[in-house]
């Protein structure tokens, strides 16, 4: 008896998630087909923007690439001169 049950809203849940599936698909379509010019306009973030408020065509991030060992050696430096920090107020 729950065999019967199982198969009746398994039948039930495919034939949902099919019909979705369509929908969704004629949603798309229909949006794709669309002109663009009725969409609303594409909004910059503000850091994006130079000093006059135009779209900033230079890097925003410039990254060095360095050596393994280099890289350990400034970081054992920013370690070594940063003072640790302990509960009861004492440093080192």
């Not at 923007?49 to 050696?73: F, H, Q, T, Y």
């Not at 430096?77 to 509960?87: E, G």
């Amino acid at each position: 008896m729950f065999h019967i049950l199982y198969l009746v809203a398994f039948a039930i849940l495919a034939f949902l998630a099919i019909g979705n599936l369509i929908r969704s698909l004629l949603h798309f379509s229909v949006e794709a087909q669309r002109p663009t010019s009725t969409m609303m306009a594409r909004v910059a973030h503000p850091e994006l923007l130079d000093d006059n408020g135009r779209l900033s065509e230079e890097p925003l991030l410039v990254m060095k690439s360095i050596g393994l060992e280099d890289a350990r050696s400034r970081l054992d430096a920013l370690y070594n001169d940063t003072p640790s920090y302990t509960p009861d107020g004492d440093e080192g």
